[in-house]
């Protein structure tokens, strides 16, 4: 083997090793949006997090670090005027589909308006839809936290016809705008935002308290 080929077959290598350690591991998750069980005592559990109990912490062990924390303010005008703290996990690869998952952690209003007092700078932040970027230091005094519902957006629309075939005909369905309609089946915790030509986003939480 002449040597100006070993050379180009070493610089060939050394190349390959460093592309392939840029790159992000990939990992396929087998849940899918459709696998929600609940426990005796009610609990959901989907996508290996169980609502109430699993901390965002445990949920790290299953999707990995890689996710951001943010406290979302929803605009003063909104049916729902409320604070959350939620960790998002980006590019997902979840039963083959690319796929966000929005934790929303458990936090009462106080721990909340608490929290919002050290990220506010300005007095009218209440009036226009907010969002602060939760540094480290900041993030890791929440990582106990449960999680008490969960936003799963996939980059597929799966369509009425393949919701209709998993999760069966709504309990109820709301038009929320001309754009957005709301089907929500209770006995399973979950709320599904369909819009047109956009991908649908699967909301899990107890939703038993809004059909009453």
Do not use: C
């Amino acid at each position: 083997m002449n040597r100006t080929f070993l050379i180009f077959l070493m610089i060939g290598s050394a190349m390959l090793i460093a592309v392939i350690g840029t790159q992000k591991p990939t990992i396929q998750h087998d849940y899918a949006p459709w696998d929600v069980t609940s426990s005796e005592q009610g609990a959901l559990h989907v996508f290996g997090i169980t609502l109430g109990k699993t901390t965002i912490k445990q949920a790290s062990q299953v999707f990995g670090n890689l996710a951001e924390t943010q406290f979302l303010i929803a605009p003063s005008d909104s049916k729902n005027h409320q604070r959350q703290l939620i960790t998002i996990y980006k590019d997902l690869i979840i039963s083959g589909v690319i796929s966000e998952l929005r934790l929303t952690h458990q936090l009462d209003q106080h721990k909340l308006n608490e929290l919002y007092s050290i990220l506010s700078t300005e007095s009218n932040a209440q009036d226009t839809q907010q969002s602060y970027i939760i540094p480290p230091e900041l993030k890791a005094q929440y990582l106990s936290t449960p999680i008490a519902s969960i936003t799963y957006i996939p980059s597929t629309n799966y369509g009425v016809d393949v919701i209709l075939q998993r999760f069966g005909t709504p309990s109820e369905e709301l038009a929320i705008s001309a754009t957005m309609k709301l089907w929500l089946y209770p006995d399973i915790g979950l709320e599904i935002q369909l819009r047109p030509n956009q991908a649908e986003h699967f909301i899990y939480t107890d939703l038993k308290s809004i059909t009453q």
